[in-house]
């Protein structure tokens, strides 16, 4: 649970290796019919949503801020190694116009098919960095968010991620004032805010929440319902708390992950332990790349 003794570097290492379990857990179930009855898998990986959050740490830094630009030239580079895995169309399309040399605000899908979940996915490193009360930074999340989805309701997604995960830096989040109701008037009208005003009435599993309002990779379904999931980490270690997000199906490897960052910032770096990662590859480059990530972070408070 919440120590005041938690580290804001703490905190990094627990978001982000809590969003990478939530997605190495969550694979092999993505998209299955019906809830999933859970067991964690003997080998599994990261994808997407852990790779371009690796990426963006990556571009951070290298370049010592939060650049668009160079961080789309970071997807682009991660792209054409082939280290990003299992992107959805809109993504992908971004990653293909990089490559082409398209600039990185015209790269980005468009229109109503535009609202995933691939911005909210690998937004978390900013809200370490980033305060969302400022404008300029604002802007500068929404701009992030354009690299790959020109879309409001993408964006709605991706601002809720990093006010709940600012919620916890800030104090503000506990086990009596939800995720969902710290971020709610913070964000645009949109759907996305629609939706966590409904689940803010609700005390439903997340299998049920799914069933009535569906667990898809649209920015609508799924970010509220990881914020929702999330909560849970006021009861329950991460190690129950991503099986139930996992067990409303659907977009399993991004809710859990999403679940993951934020849960993960909650209980920082020890509620995280490393042995749950046995049997996921990859686990030197997270652990690398994350550890540096949240020693960057510690500096920029000194």
């Not at 650049?67 to 992107?87: N, V, Y």
């Not at 970010?223 to 139930?244: F, N, T």
């Not at 999403?258 to 770096?269: E, L, P, S």
Request: with cysteine; proline share 4%; net charge negative.
């Amino acid at each position: 649970m919440r120590s005041a003794k938690t580290t804001t570097g703490d905190r990094v290492i627990g978001c982000l290796l809590g969003g990478a379990l939530g997605d190495a857990w969550g694979g092999p179930w993505e998209g299955c019919d019906g809830p999933p009855t859970f067991a964690i898998p003997a080998h599994s990986h990261v994808s997407d949503d852990t790779q371009l959050t690796l990426a963006t740490c990556e571009s951070v830094v290298l370049h010592g801020s939060v650049d668009p630009e160079r961080l789309a030239a970071r997807f682009a580079e991660w792209s054409s190694q082939g280290k990003i895995t299992g992107i959805g169309s809109s993504t992908l399309k971004a990653m293909r116009d990089l490559s082409a040399g398209v600039h990185w605000a015209l790269a980005g899908s468009r229109g109503e098919y535009s609202a995933g979940n691939g911005a909210a996915m690998r937004i978390a490193p900013l809200a370490f960095l980033l305060d969302p009360s400022r404008a300029g930074d604002r802007t500068i999340i929404r701009d992030v968010c354009r690299i790959t989805h020109h879309n409001d309701e993408a964006y709605a997604g991706a601002l809720a991620v990093v006010l709940a995960i600012r919620s916890v830096l800030t104090g503000d989040w506990s086990r009596d004032r939800s995720f969902l109701s710290l971020v709610v008037g913070a964000l645009p009208d949109s759907g996305v805010r629609d939706r966590i005003e409904t689940l803010m009435q609700l005390q439903l599993s997340p299998a049920e929440i799914a069933s009535r309002f569906g667990a898809s990779g649209h920015v609508v379904a799924s970010v509220p319902l990881s914020l929702y999931c999330a909560q849970y980490i006021a009861e329950d270690p991460l190690s129950v708390v991503l099986p139930r997000a996992i067990g409303a199906g659907g977009d399993t490897d991004t809710i859990a992950s999403i679940t993951g960052q934020i849960a993960g910032t909650v209980v920082g770096a020890a509620g995280v332990p490393k042995d749950c990662f046995t049997g996921v590859e990859d686990t030197e480059e997270i652990f690398r790349i994350v550890e540096r990530f949240a020693q960057f972070v510690s500096s920029q408070e000194n």
